[in-house]
């Protein structure tokens, strides 16, 4: 990316972004206070949300839930219906933030276009993609049958979702909208334990699992809410609005294509909280049958506990030792039949790919990044938390935690994102400080922030390169494989205590 | 509210809980700071099979201590006993003093380690609970990998404090 191209993405927000997320601020001061007494600043958020979607087709249904709610009746189908619209509300703005950073990097992207079959249409939202359809409450409620309600797999093929776990999952959600994060306490915050632990045993629900288990072990370590100073409002919002999306039927991922040929690797993105870990890497996909070259991403995901931590993250990814391996040595992937998503997700299977030759991840920014084509995000997903577009950057300086790319600085400032460093992986502030080349992922919470994957440094007058997924394999660094070895493997004492412990 | 405060709650992916730090597990497998306690398993040392139920109440300070089986252990009388004392030592490794002391509401001054300021007498609580919150802690270690999108983790970066990414 240049420096003009930075200009471009940087160039103030875009028109209506700002004025769509106040609104969403007023619905989240309404959720921050509780929806059981809706004053007259909650009512008036309310109906201006249903106000800007009034010409969507979720128009009608959210006017009627905002009403609804503002005299009291708070039905878990108007709670979908304004989860559904404040979701439209963010996934405007993600769709106009992504726009305007594609364009200024000249990336094209293929348009939203569900196959035959594919759980979800997409439907137009004053021009734009809708990200929300709470329409589909409505849906889950008359397929509230036994027998359970239909979701997207994986691998792209429905599955049968017990109804009675997502049951669960609302209530407890409806709970919370109602008392409001200032009237969450202990007991509330723990009250969604078990539906979370009969989640995790359904791999269709995993994203609803590691979402509501999340966002509980915060309000666990917030409680009583009540006293605190300030509170994460957005944040919450978000995860209660796509956690009651999550709980109508199940997730929307679904239409997944076969897809063979050579995987190019960018970089590693890695997330996690308390009992989860997952490192989501980005490349670039050369399919077999020719074509232009595809961005994409695919992930593994493992549970973990809190005192799993660092390095060690990755041995609990351990069964996926061609993708870590290609990962730590730099090689690129062959792929055969994998299944790829419309979103541009490939679900990884480890005995479809094989490792190919070495593969250096600046080369591939440099040679294939430029030509490559986006994915379609899917409607649901779209929220600007999501934006993670790789770029490659050089010939930069840096000053006071942010990138200027201009030859002869005085340019435009990329703020780093520092605080997004994993502890599993070789990257510091420092070297991120003197590095002359970066991997990295565009994201926006705000404003615009540069997450590195990867840099290129001169330390003590020698080249030096470090990804995150550089230690995927185990630390290469020897003062940190001593002070693993000191603290010991805890991973294998904690499966040693569930050997013996768990099955008595 | 100041305008630094309105941008932090208007921000999608905020900290909320402060990263634990590392440590061995090897003897004290299991702490957590819930139910109103400092509480946790400890391994005994003479037993492979046998686990301590150790607990020191926020507020009043009262300790506990029994095995799995609520069989009390035979080291805790007037003053905390050693499997107490590496619970403690544990948690502020885990947490950190000053996070442990807020929840525990002790006053530690500069200087003082944890234990020499917990001054409860022992008290019966059941062991059942924690260990079975201990048991859904390891039955984590047994969910199956997923390979699905899960784009709600973006929600949920890695973070790593400054202090200790600089090695």
Same mark, same amino acid.
């Given at each position: 990316?240049? $420096?003009?191209? &930075?200009?471009?993405? *940087? /160039?103030?927000?875009? %028109?209506? +972004?700002?004025? !769509? #997320?106040?609104?969403? @601020? =007023?619905? $989240?001061?309404? &959720?921050?206070?509780? *929806? /059981?007494?809706?004053? %007259?600043? +909650?009512?008036? !958020? #309310?109906?201006?949300? @249903? =106000? ?17 709610? !503002?005299?009291?009746?708070? @039905? =878990? ?284 991840p600046f080369t591939t920014a440099r040679v294939a990044l430029p030509g490559v084509s986006a994915p379609a995000v899917p409607p649901l997903d779209r929220h600007p938390v999501r934006i993670a577009e790789p770029v490659l950057l050089e010939g930069y300086s840096v000053v006071d935690g942010s990138l200027d790319l201009s030859p002869a600085g005085g340019g435009h400032a990329l703020p780093l994102g520092l605080d997004r460093l994993p502890r599993g992986g070789p990257l510091t502030p420092e070297l991120v400080a003197a ?70 | ?167």
């Open positions: 990316m240049l $420096d003009v191209q &930075l200009g471009e993405v *940087l /160039a103030g927000g875009p %028109e209506g +972004a700002d004025e !769509a #997320l106040d609104l969403v @601020a =007023g619905f $989240d001061d309404a &959720l921050t206070l509780g *929806l /059981a007494r809706v004053g %007259e600043d +909650a009512a008036a !958020a #309310l109906s201006a949300l @249903a =106000g800007a979607l009034a010409a969507s087709p979720i128009g009608d249904r959210v006017s009627e839930a905002a009403d609804k709610v !503002a005299t009291g009746s708070i @039905a =878990g189908e108007h709670l979908a219906a304004l989860a559904g619209g404040r979701a439209a509300l963010c996934g405007a703005v993600h769709d106009a933030l992504l726009g305007r950073l594609d364009t200024a990097l000249g990336r094209p992207r293929t348009p939203w276009n569900p196959a035959p079959g594919a759980p979800r249409p997409d439907r137009p939202l004053g021009g734009q993609a809708a990200s929300g359809d709470p329409r589909d409450g409505q849906e889950a409620r008359s397929g509230d049958s036994p027998g359970g309600q239909e979701a997207g797999s994986g691998d792209g093929v429905p599955v049968q979702v017990p109804g009675h776990l997502l049951d669960g999952c609302r209530m407890w959600l409806r709970e919370l909208a109602i008392v409001g994060w200032r009237g969450v306490d202990h007991d509330l915050a723990g009250a969604a334990d078990q539906a979370i632990e009969a989640l995790l045993a359904v791999p269709e629900l995993r994203g609803l699992a590691v979402l509501l288990d999340g966002l509980a072990a915060e309000l666990r370590a917030s409680s009583p809410v009540a006293t605190m100073d300030r509170l994460p409002a957005r944040r919450w919002a978000d995860l209660w609005t796509r956690g009651l999306l999550l709980a109508q039927r199940g997730p929307w991922h679904g239409g997944a294509e076969p897809v063979s040929g050579r995987l190019l690797i960018l970089g590693a993105d890695v997330h996690e909280h308390a009992t989860v870990v997952r490192a989501q890497v980005h490349g670039v996909l050369e399919p077999t049958r020719g074509g232009q070259a595809r961005l994409v991403r695919t992930s593994v995901a493992a549970a973990k506990v809190d005192t799993i931590v660092g390095p060690a993250v990755w041995r609990l990814m351990g069964a996926h030792p061609v993708l870590l391996g290609a990962l730590a040595g730099h090689r690129s992937l062959e792929i055969t039949d994998m299944p790829l998503l419309p979103g541009g997700d490939l679900v990884w299977h480890d005995d479809r790919a094989a490792a190919g030759e070495p593969a250096d590095s002359s080349a970066c991997i990295g992922l565009m994201r926006w919470d705000g404003r615009w922030v540069l997450q590195p994957l990867a840099v290129q440094a001169t330390v003590k007058k020698k080249p030096v390169a470090a990804h995150n997924g550089d230690w995927a394999m185990g630390p290469t660094d020897p003062k940190v494989v001593k002070a693993e070895a000191k603290a010991g493997d805890v991973v294998a004492v904690l499966r040693e205590r569930a050997g013996r412990l768990l099955r008595k | 509210m100041n305008a630094d405060e309105t941008a932090w709650e208007r921000r999608s992916v905020v900290p909320v809980v402060p990263p634990v730090a590392p440590r061995k597990l090897a003897k004290v497998p299991f702490v957590e700071l819930a139910d109103g306690r400092l509480q946790g398993v400890v391994s005994s040392g003479s037993d492979i099979e046998r686990v301590y139920v150790s607990s020191i109440t926020a507020g009043t300070h009262a300790l506990s201590c029994s095995t799995n089986n609520n069989r009390p252990c035979g080291a805790l009388h007037g003053h905390a006993c050693k499997h107490i004392r590496m619970l403690a030592d544990e948690a502020v490794v885990q947490y950190g003093l000053d996070r442990v002391a807020r929840y525990l509401r002790v006053e530690v001054p500069a200087g003082d380690s944890l234990m020499s300021c917990i001054h409860g007498q022992p008290e019966r609580t059941p062991a059942a609970v924690v260990f079975s919150r201990f048991l859904r802690h390891l039955a984590y270690l047994e969910v199956a990998d997923s390979t699905d999108p899960l784009a709600e983790l973006h929600w949920f970066p890695s973070t790593a404090p400054y202090k200790e990414v600089a090695r």
